[in-house]
């Protein structure tokens, strides 16, 4: 254990708490279970070792890697009562989902060793691993999501930039920092390079396309119990999906092109949006049938249409999955009849600067959402403000 913890304190001491995602205020670190799940590459590693800096004992704290070699021949379970026993009060493990049996593991600690905290990270996929221990109703669970538009300039510009509402955001509220901002300028390049923390890579698109080769080819995989045929498909889909986004689904035309059941296919975009990778856009319903028909199929941000279409990703969709991806972190956001979607009984239209009303006269509480602007005037929206939802 020496090891692992000489290994902690250096992690720990070495981590910048100049910016701590919003995430963090939001979970309930005293509670005896805590998952935070996310996408490969969203920031969890850092959140973690940024808390313990901040707010923990970092002697009554340890953090652990559960892919260490110390584990190939401990078990977890092991090294928390060991932890315990010594007066331990907090254990975070980062990435579970790379430790065999973890949720069994998790329940025993969590039952057997009543005075530990547990934190742990992991793959946004876990929930696709059949069997092992039922962790629902001990755990409080957190998703991750990448960086905001809000969050992208707090880091890049060293600003203090707030979180505003819809209802703020709908109102022009969204103040500009001061006169010589120019936030259409960093907009743009938030929308190709912003969504994950290691924006300030040199080598950003290898290293993102580095993550979604490892997300496609072993996490999904691993947790579908996937032959490596199918992993190849799920590839593949991937691909189509990232070349015509926003994607309407045609099960017949993909079972022909990819060799994929059409029974199947639900399965495959339920595993890549689990993972981070597309979002599905669903009609507005209700009761038993509110998840059933998809309407759309976006990526999940837009980093990842530079990083995998061919040519420049087209302009439109860059700009409805801008949308999509900072308005459903909180809010239920559905297609709309009339317009592009629907959130909260409002519909919005998203387009360029020349977007007219047409489409949504004489539609109540409805919306133009232009690109290229930089100032709301009644119900016309910068589509940049949208990124101070989160």
Do not use: C
């Amino acid at each position: 254990m020496e090891t692992l913890v000489r290994t902690y304190k250096h992690l720990v001491n070495s981590v910048s708490t100049d910016f701590v995602r919003y995430i963090h205020d939001e979970i309930a670190w005293g509670s005896r279970l805590v998952a935070i799940l996310g996408a490969r590459g969203v920031g969890k590693t850092t959140l973690i070792l940024q808390h313990i800096k901040l707010h923990g004992d970092i002697d009554d704290s340890l953090f652990v890697t559960a892919d260490d070699f110390y584990f190939s021949s401990h078990r977890l379970y092991d090294l928390a009562l060991e932890f315990s026993q010594n007066g331990g009060k907090n254990l975070y493990v980062d990435e579970i989902h790379k430790y065999a049996g973890w949720s069994t593991e998790i329940k025993n600690i969590y039952d057997k060793i009543p005075d530990l905290k547990v934190v742990y990270t992991g793959s946004s996929v876990l929930d696709l691993e059949k069997g092992g221990a039922d962790l629902s109703r001990r755990k409080l669970e957190y998703l991750m999501p990448g960086l905001s538009f809000r969050e992208y300039l707090n880091i890049s510009q060293k600003m203090n930039l707030p979180v505003y509402s819809l209802d703020e955001i709908l109102a022009g509220r969204v103040e500009i920092p001061h006169d010589g901002f120019k936030p259409l300028q960093h907009f743009k390049e938030y929308l190709k390079t912003g969504y994950y923390p290691f924006f300030t890579d040199n080598e950003y698109f290898m290293r993102l396309r580095g993550v979604l080769k490892q997300v496609v080819e072993i996490d999904i995989p691993t947790f579908a119990k996937m032959q490596v045929a199918t992993g190849y498909k799920l590839k593949k889909l991937l691909y189509v999906i990232a070349q015509s986004s926003p994607f309407k689904p045609n099960n017949a035309k993909l079972e022909r092109d990819l060799q994929i059941s059409r029974n199947t296919l639900p399965d495959y975009f339920e595993y890549l949006e689990k993972a981070g990778l597309i979002a599905l856009l669903r009609e507005k319903a209700f009761g038993i049938k509110m998840l059933e028909k998809v309407e759309k199929v976006y990526l999940n941000n837009t980093n990842i249409a530079y990083a995998l279409t061919e040519n420049t990703p087209d302009t439109g969709t860059i700009r409805e999955t801008f949308f999509f991806s900072m308005i459903r972190m909180r809010y239920f956001i559905s297609s709309s009849e009339v317009a592009d979607f629907e959130v909260e009984g409002k519909v919005f239209e998203v387009g360029g600067k020349s977007k007219n009303q047409k489409q949504i006269k004489g539609v109540a509480d409805s919306y133009i959402v232009k690109d290229d602007i930089e100032y709301a005037f009644q119900n016309i929206i910068p589509l940049w403000m949208f990124g101070f939802a989160y």
